[in-house]
Nanobody, 125 residues
Framework: VQLQASGGGSVQTGGSLRLSCAAS????????MGWFRQAPGKEREFVAA?????????YYGDSVKGRYTIVIDNAKSTVYLEMNDLKPEDTAVYYC??????????????????WGRGTLVTVSS
């Protein structure tokens, strides 16, 4: 599976951005998609994930709950991350990922097998 992320950019505190991640290739085995982020000098952090089934269960990292929303367009094999009320601490490279597991609990990075290249989000104060 190939993942192409886009939508990163620079925004001021309180602003919004929408990231997109289009999946292509052998997506028949994809059960979930997600977003992680990595700030300079920090570990890669879980942001959000969604199951690719009729229920579309969603999971969020504690630091983004209430501000970020993950949605999936099954027909387009694309997952979106709507980011609102952005803060400087949200500055990071954001990576989308896909995996074969249908989550019934918050996932971690080992649950995903394919990763996109990342898109940079910069939030200035």
């Amino acid at each position: 599976v190939q993942l192409q992320a886009s939508g990163g950019g620079s925004v001021q505190t309180g602003g919004s951005l929408r990231l997109s991640c289009a999946a292509s290739g052998s997506t028949q085995g994809t059960s979930s998609m997600g977003w992680f982020r990595q700030a300079p000098g920090k570990e890669r952090e879980f942001v959000a994930a969604i199951t690719w089934d009729r229920r579309n269960r969603t999971y969020y990292g504690d630091s983004v709950k209430g501000r970020y929303t993950i949605v999936i367009d099954n027909a387009k094999s694309t997952v979106y991350l709507e980011m609102n009320d952005l803060k400087p601490e949200d500055t990071a490279v954001y990576y989308c990922a896909e995996g074969p597991i249908l989550f019934f609990r918050p996932p971690d990075r080992t649950d995903f097998r394919s990763w996109g290249r990342g898109t940079l989000v910069t939030v200035s104060s």
